[in-house]
């Protein structure tokens, strides 16, 4: 069984930073691309930053120059260090992975739960 799990999420002033993580555990044999992808209420889930197993990475319009995603390929993880945070940052933040489980031939692919990011004075 393999899990994401994102932490980090909560409320933030405008202007300030956050930094969320995503944690992939369980029996896994190769950790690949992972994207954060946000959805505010009432919106479609939208795709934020993505960042393949050798670190490419690529950003939406509305956070590149504020977003960094970057990742720690030895401990399965992934992290979303989010600054001049806006109010339409609001949303829940969810993490996506295509991992292949050890043993497994094929890569498949997972959601976390999701972590909320509100950004308010």
């Known amino acids: 069984q393999v899990q994401l799990v994102e932490s980090g999420g909560g409320l933030v002033q405008p202007g300030g930073s956050l930094r969320l993580s995503c944690a992939a555990s369980?029996?896994?044999?190769?950790?690949?691309?992972v994207g954060w992808y946000r959805q505010a209420p009432g919106k479609q889930r939208e795709l934020v930053a993505t960042i393949t197993s050798g670190g490419s990475t690529n950003y939406a319009d509305s956070v590149k120059g504020r977003f960094t995603i970057s990742r720690d390929n030895a401990k399965n993880t992934v992290s979303l260090q989010m600054n001049s945070l806006r109010p339409e940052d609001t949303a829940v933040y969810y993490c996506n992975a295509n991992i292949r489980r050890l043993y497994m031939p094929t890569v498949e692919n997972y959601w976390g739960q999701g972590t909320q990011v509100t950004v308010s004075s």
């Open positions: 369980g029996r896994i044999f190769n950790f690949n691309a």
